[in-house]
């Protein structure tokens, strides 16, 4: 069974840099799929369960390519939720890698839908995000209690400012 080729990227990132602790170089020629800008997570789930899981919400990088090599390594060695990823366990976790379109205001939760829409939660610097279509995050409310809880502000809070995307999943 093939992978999507982004899939494949992040695997080859984290086997790479578990082998010689250096991030993946861009080739000098990429394809069209690899030249666009785009905020990408990178999640890593052993067993059905969350390993790690981190990323951008907006381009950082100069391509999607180089967003996938360093995002798939930030989630395999620098989630502070899960000691780092080893080289023995690497065959027995699946990825997905989350492309992220531009986030747009929300002015009503009535805009919202956990399973089409990720959010992003602000007050302040501080600023959480949760991908859409999470098990178990059912409802809008859910979702954004787990956001704020994620941005250290009080789930009762809704002085916030609020933003909604929606994310192309790769597996």
């Given at each position: 069974m093939s992978n999507h080729p982004y899939v494949d990227l992040a695997r080859k990132s984290i086997e790479y840099y578990l082998?010689?602790?250096?991030?993946?170089?861009?080739?000098?020629?990429l394809s069209d799929d690899f030249k666009i800008k785009a905020g990408v997570?990178?999640?890593?789930?052993?067993k059905g369960l969350l390993r790690g899981c981190i990323g951008t919400f907006?381009?950082?990088?100069?391509?999607?390519?180089?967003?996938?090599?360093?995002?798939?390594?930030?989630?395999?060695q620098e989630d502070p939720r899960f000691p780092k990823v080893n080289p023995d366990e690497l065959s027995e976790i699946d990825i997905s890698v989350d492309v992220l379109s531009e986030p747009m205001m929300v002015n009503d939760?009535?805009?919202?839908?956990?399973?089409?829409?990720?959010?992003?939660?602000?007050?302040g610097?501080?600023?959480?995000?949760?991908?859409p279509d999470i098990e178990g995050v059912n409802t809008v409310q859910e979702q954004l209690r787990i956001t704020k809880m994620k941005a250290g502000i009080n789930p009762d809070d809704n002085d916030i400012e609020l933003y909604k995307f929606t994310v192309k999943r790769y597996k």
């Open positions: 082998k010689t602790g250096k991030p993946l170089k861009s080739p000098s020629e997570f990178v999640s890593l789930k052993k907006m381009p950082t990088r100069d391509n999607i390519f180089e967003e996938i090599v360093i995002n798939a390594i930030s989630a395999s939760i009535s805009e919202l839908d956990p399973k089409k829409f990720g959010v992003i939660v602000s007050k610097y501080k600023r959480g995000l949760l991908l």
